[in-house]
């Protein structure tokens, strides 16, 4: 039976990534600083603890895995992450889990280690045209991200090829692009834009204004969880190292979402814009490359996988409010 360790295990992805392994079979060991909020693991094994500790991380890191995934991070959405409150914390531990679970899997032998990074790293100054960004692989440098959040991927990214050129290893790197889903963060400040207004609008009455940041003409694309965990691990498992993204090309502006997301609740309800952070203006996932180099890139319609999000964010809120 093939083994693999899922970090960060109790998240949004890292969740979906283990029933995907173990349905192929695997057995799998889940690391997180908590249990998943909303369901059950189902990992042979689960371990609580901070990786940001190195004794820990080697304890859980304690034998050779075929698969490791490293998907735990200090992150959140735009209200946590472009603040700038929480620079020093996103920067120290996210580089802390990564120097931690990157050295206790050379000292174990372990090859195989996948790095979810983000398009955060991209430059800023390519993402200026909402109609028009520029976030092809090598497009990445010179450096400018417009967080400490895309720094500290950039760091890393590094950090995970320096080790497959210096000790052998075949790490895999992915830049993730807004990924969404049920089994997400949907409240408390670190959900992202489709949770966020998936929640507002299933709180709304009919008649209300539901507020977003800035004027809502800035765009993004949004992937559903489903075809991250179909890439990831086609990433994973492939002889090409990355960089590469991982997301949808199909950009829409963030009212357009919203309006999305009211259509589907059937409510009359408007958009209010208002001061607030909104990040780079334009972003989009560019697929050449991981078509090119894996022969895929997603294809579900953004309407199909916001139906679904909606669906149960909605379900969260009603059982909230019952409670």
Same mark, same amino acid.
């Given at each position: 039976?093939?083994?693999?360790?899922?970090?960060?295990?109790?998240?949004?992805?890292?969740?979906?990534?283990?029933?995907?392994?173990?349905?192929?079979?695997?057995?799998?060991?889940?690391?997180?600083?908590?249990?998943?909020?909303?369901?059950?693991?189902?990992?042979?094994?689960?371990?609580?603890?901070?990786?940001?500790?190195?004794?820990?991380?080697?304890?859980?890191?304690?034998?050779?895995?075929?698969?490791?995934?490293?998907?735990?991070?200090?992150?959140?959405?735009?209200?946590?992450?472009?603040?700038?409150?929480?620079?020093?914390?996103?920067?120290?531990?996210?580089?802390?889990?990564?120097?931690?679970?990157?050295?206790?899997?050379?000292?174990?032998?372990?090859?195989?280690?996948?790095?979810?990074?983000?398009?955060?790293?991209?430059?800023?100054?390519?993402?200026?045209?909402?109609?028009?960004?520029? %976030?092809?692989?090598?497009?990445?440098?010179?450096?400018?991200?417009?967080?400490?959040?895309?720094?500290?991927?950039?760091?890393?990214?590094?950090?995970?090829?320096?080790?497959?050129?210096?000790?052998?290893?075949? %790490?895999?790197?992915?830049?993730?692009?807004?990924?969404?889903?049920?089994?997400?963060?949907?409240?408390?400040?670190?959900?992202?834009?489709?949770?966020?207004?998936?929640?507002?609008?299933?709180?709304?009455?009919?008649?209300?204004?539901?507020?977003?940041?800035?004027?809502?003409?800035?765009?993004?694309?949004?992937?559903?969880?489903?075809?991250?965990?179909?890439?990831?691990?086609?990433?994973?498992?492939?002889?090409?190292?990355?960089?590469?993204?991982?997301?949808?090309?199909?950009?829409?502006?963030?009212?357009?979402?919203?309006?999305?997301?009211?259509?589907?609740?059937?409510?009359?309800?408007?958009?209010?814009?208002?001061?607030?952070?909104?990040?780079?203006?334009?972003?989009?996932?560019?697929?050449?490359?991981?078509?090119?180099?894996?022969?895929?890139?997603?294809?579900?319609?953004?309407?199909?996988?916001?139906?679904?999000?909606?669906?149960?964010?909605?379900?969260?809120?009603?059982?909230?409010?019952?409670?």
């Amino acid at each position: 039976m093939k083994t693999a360790l899922v970090c960060g295990a109790g998240g949004f992805i890292g969740g979906h990534l283990v029933k995907r392994l173990k349905a192929e079979g695997f057995w799998v060991r889940g690391v997180d600083i908590k249990f998943h909020e909303y369901e059950e693991t189902v990992a042979d094994d689960f371990a609580v603890g901070d990786l940001r500790d190195q004794s820990f991380c080697r304890s859980v890191i304690d034998r050779h895995f075929d698969e490791v995934y490293q998907l735990a991070a200090d992150m959140g959405g735009a209200g946590y992450i472009f603040t700038g409150e929480n620079d020093a914390d996103v920067m120290h531990n996210s580089a802390t889990i990564n120097l931690n679970v990157l050295d206790a899997c050379h000292k174990r032998n372990i090859k195989r280690v996948f790095y979810s990074s983000s398009a955060c790293m991209y430059p800023s100054h390519n993402q200026e045209d909402p109609d028009n960004p520029l %976030c092809s692989e090598d497009s990445a440098y010179p450096a400018a991200p417009d967080s400490e959040y895309g720094w500290e991927k950039l760091f890393s990214e590094r950090l995970y090829l320096a080790y497959n050129r210096n000790h052998g290893m075949q %790490c895999r790197v992915a830049r993730y692009h807004n990924i969404f889903g049920p089994l997400g963060t949907w409240r408390g400040g670190k959900e992202k834009a489709p949770a966020a207004l998936c929640r507002k609008v299933a709180v709304a009455r009919e008649g209300d204004a539901i507020e977003i940041w800035g004027d809502g003409k800035q765009t993004r694309s949004f992937l559903f969880i489903d075809e991250c965990i179909e890439g990831t691990l086609r990433l994973a498992r492939s002889a090409f190292e990355g960089p590469v993204n991982i997301g949808s090309e199909e950009m829409i502006t963030i009212n357009g979402l919203a309006n999305m997301i009211i259509d589907m609740s059937g409510k009359r309800i408007s958009i209010a814009n208002i001061d607030g952070p909104t990040g780079v203006r334009g972003r989009n996932s560019d697929n050449r490359l991981i078509q090119q180099r894996l022969g895929w890139a997603p294809s579900r319609p953004l309407a199909a996988g916001m139906r679904v999000t909606y669906d149960w964010v909605h379900a969260q809120v009603m059982r909230n409010i019952a409670a």
